[in-house]
């Protein structure tokens, strides 16, 4: 436990309910009808009776798949939503940024809003004046602060927003990934704000699904799911039960080893066919997740009635469909494969950072120019964390100075 003037936020059994009506009032005139009918109601628990703090000067993480409660638990704390039971503690000034562009009104020019927002913030307008320029250079929307608002695009609206409130003189900021709707420039500018709070000590909560914006800022990290927390500790750590999470979610929607139903396979039946593909680990065990320092060994399963002289390959996507690595027989100088059944295998060592990939594989002809079967998603695996590196390779390199 913390001592009391380290804690800049503290939650105590904090739990939150949400009533949903079962009758939907759509006129006054279905308002009046319903009036004298007993309502009724389901209730949706949301957070479940969760504890923690955070400390002051932390960059704290939160993370959950959708639905997890974790936007719900950033409305609590901004004080948005009230809690169904529990506590929490805020020790000094705070500024959500959830809703970027709350207070904003379209039938006013950039500039105008610019002053308007700032206001809602307790900034003067001296004090706006002096931080104008810079506000409107952050947003790069020089050209634009004489337009009406409701000639923005949401990316304008949000990085004008954004500009603004970065300016709030708070203790502690609570931000949504809502700052992902920016293009890869802004949020670039974003991540750089982000480290120079840390550095002046501002406390930070981020409530994301970027795993690798956690490892790059994060001093701790909390993952939700279904309004309980599963963990809080080390962002690395945390991040890959995140991945696991989602890995497990995944393969509850397809049987593993099998091709995706919601893809067809391009395949005759008369043709050779592949009929599983499995991943082992160095102990010639079946394994769905591994480090990357291991070697692994994927074995397709094949039929070939007809005897059909053929080749094989494979292709490796992330989970967000990235080309990471491809290979077949043909160009790996492997003779085709004539018998009318059997397996063959590939042994690699995945020099891939952590997170979850999927495999493709096919059977070709002897010229490996023609696909006989193509199995979309026949595998999936996971590469859990030991390095805190970002991209897609992990390559061999030293710094020096």
Not at 75 to 98: D, M, R, V
Request: net charge positive; aromatic share 8%.
């Amino acid at each position: 436990m913390s001592e009391p003037n380290e804690v800049a936020i503290k939650v105590d059994g904090l739990s939150k309910t949400f009533k949903l009506p079962h009758e939907k009032t759509t006129s006054i005139k279905s308002a009046l009808i319903n009036f004298r009918k007993r309502r009724t109601y389901e209730k949706q628990q949301v957070l479940k009776d969760i504890s923690f703090e955070v400390k002051k000067g932390e960059f704290f993480g939160i993370v959950g798949r959708n639905g997890s409660g974790k936007s719900t638990l950033l409305k609590l704390l901004a004080g948005i939503y009230t809690p169904t039971s529990g506590n929490i503690q805020i020790n000094g000034s705070l500024t959500p940024f959830i809703e970027l562009g709350v207070g904003f009104n379209p039938e006013l020019t950039g500039r105008e809003n610019v002053f308007l927002n700032g206001a809602l913030l307790g900034f003067n307008r001296k004090e706006m004046q002096a931080m104008y320029k810079d506000i409107v250079s952050f947003a790069e929307l020089d050209k634009f602060m004489d337009q009406k608002l409701k000639n923005y695009s949401s990316g304008m609206q949000v990085r004008l927003a954004f500009s603004i409130a970065i300016r709030a003189r708070s203790d502690i900021l609570l931000i949504d990934e809502v700052l992902a709707v920016g293009d890869a420039s802004f949020q670039q500018k974003c991540f750089e704000v982000f480290a120079e709070l840390k550095k002046k000590g501002t406390t930070i909560i981020l409530v994301t699904h970027d795993m690798s914006s956690v490892l790059r800022f994060c001093d701790r990290t909390m993952l939700i799911h279904k309004g309980d927390i599963v963990n809080v500790g080390k962002p690395a750590l945390v991040a890959d039960e995140y991945l696991k999470l989602n890995y497990e979610n995944t393969e509850k929607t397809r049987n593993i080893g099998t091709p995706d139903r919601k893809q067809p396979d391009k395949q005759n039946t008369s043709q050779p066919m592949i009929k599983s593909v499995v991943i082992y680990d160095e102990n010639t065990k079946p394994t769905h997740q591994f480090s990357a320092k291991y070697k692994v060994k994927i074995v397709i399963e094949y039929e070939n009635k007809q005897k059909i002289p053929m080749h094989f390959g494979l292709q490796i996507f992330n989970d967000a469909g990235v080309y990471c690595f491809g290979s077949n027989t043909k160009i790996s100088g492997v003779e085709p494969v004539k018998g009318e059944k059997g397996e063959i295998s590939v042994e690699l060592m995945p020099e891939l950072i952590p997170g979850s990939y999927y495999i493709n594989a096919a059977s070709m002809n002897e010229n490996a120019t023609t696909v006989y079967n193509y199995k979309t998603r026949a595998l999936s695996f996971r590469i859990i964390k030991d390095t805190q590196l970002e991209g897609i390779a992990k390559l061999e390199h030293t710094w020096s100075n």
